[in-house]
């Protein structure tokens, strides 16, 4: 009788202790603090924004379905940028906020060079030649011309002939600036190209992309969990020492997974953050 008490004892402590470890994780890790960083929206696109900071520095955040974006994400515009824990190429974007709106009708980025303070030439010019610029991101160059890409999103074609005046270090991606006669359009002859900055850093790769899956722990052990998506299928996921795991991750609770590279079984799991508890 003795022994079948103690057994139905520690049967009882077991539970208690893992119902009060649970307990403690009921919601994400409060550590887990939201940073801002702010720059020049220099990439768009429905899953991936790129901006550059003041001092140069190129941040690449992911978007989801959670992701808040209040404004217009126009190249040029200067963007907030919220996103949880530390800054890691892809992390998603918790927030996206527009600072200052480009204003592209009156953009510093084309004119006249009449007009004060704009960029001159490095050529003696006619006066009665009325010269006009651009400036933006080389998309494409060849001998005989060039895709200048705007901040407004359109790309136009600049021509080149044995008189026009071009810099060194025109190639894909970095900014130039094209002085030209006449009006702006595709075709326009350049009479000088020059060199204003090299292209930022490249994006992360889709390899280095982080992204995440939620679902429903089936199985959980030292090296790794199973995890059934609302799809109905069960993914198999990794752990070694450099994973991140929330306290409480037990069979029946809700967690979601941060993982590089493409969804498949036996991923590696950055993160393991508990959603909500067992029902």
């Not at 490249?202 to 959980?220: E, F, Q, R």
């Not at 967690?255 to 067992?278: F, N, T, W």
Request: hydrophobic share 35%; aromatic share 6%; charged share 20%.
């Amino acid at each position: 009788m003795f022994k079948k008490s103690s057994i139905i004892l520690a049967i009882m402590l077991v539970l208690i202790f893992t119902l009060a470890a649970c307990g403690q994780q009921a919601t994400p890790d409060a550590g887990d603090s939201l940073s801002t960083k702010t720059g020049v929206l220099i990439e768009a696109s429905m899953h991936v924004v790129s901006i550059q900071a003041p001092d140069g520095s190129t941040y690449t955040f992911g978007i989801d379905d959670d992701t808040d974006i209040q404004g217009s994400e126009l190249l040029g515009n200067t963007m907030s940028i919220s996103y949880h824990g530390e800054y890691k190429s892809g992390v998603i974007a918790v927030s996206i906020t527009t600072v200052t709106e480009v204003d592209h009708e009156a953009s510093s980025g084309k004119g006249s060079t009449d007009d004060h303070g704009a960029p001159q030439t490095k050529e003696p010019t006619n006066p009665a030649d009325k010269i006009w610029y651009l400036t933006g991101t080389v998309t494409d160059v060849s001998m005989n011309q060039l895709q200048l890409l705007y901040e407004d999103g359109k790309t136009y074609t600049v021509l080149k002939d044995d008189n026009t005046k071009v810099d060194s270090g025109i190639v894909v991606g970095c900014v130039a600036r094209v002085f030209h006669k006449g009006g702006l359009k595709d075709g326009m002859l350049a009479t000088e190209i020059h060199f204003i900055s090299d292209a930022p850093p490249p994006a992360a790769s889709p390899a280095d992309t982080i992204w995440y899956l939620t679902g429903t722990v089936t199985d959980a052990s030292m090296n790794g969990l199973q995890l059934l998506y609302e799809d109905g299928k069960t993914y198999s996921i990794i752990k070694d020492d450099n994973t991140r795991v929330d306290e409480g991750i037990v069979v029946g609770c809700i967690a979601r997974v941060y993982h590089k590279g493409v969804l498949q079984d036996e991923m590696l799991a950055l993160e393991i953050r508990l959603i909500s508890d067992p029902p």
